[in-house]
């Protein structure tokens, strides 16, 4: 049985995503960047090939989490600014 991509975080916020990718070409590239880290990171994670040093995984778990946050603030900013409008 496959493990779940861990690194697949944001799939519950699929539409604002979809929304601020439309708005936003610095937010789709950054979430791009993101999806291509995190399908890396899980690759390397779960095949049996050529070991990658740790050092390597490492740098790549936190240029992702630096991602990650990035992509949290824009998704609150996202939220609060819908909130806001007059329904």
Not at 39 to 58: Q, R, T, Y
Request: net charge negative; proline share 3%; glycine share 2%.
């Amino acid at each position: 049985m496959k493990r779940q991509n861990k690194y697949r975080k944001f799939q519950l916020q699929q539409q604002n995503i979809e929304a601020l990718e439309r708005e936003n070409t610095r937010f789709k590239r950054v979430y791009s960047e993101y999806e291509n880290m995190s399908n890396e990171l899980w690759n390397l994670e779960n095949s049996n090939g050529e070991p990658v040093p740790d050092d390597f995984i490492n740098a790549m778990i936190l240029q992702t989490s630096y991602l990650e946050e990035e992509i949290e603030d824009w998704l609150i900013q996202f939220n609060d600014n819908k909130a806001e409008l007059p329904q």
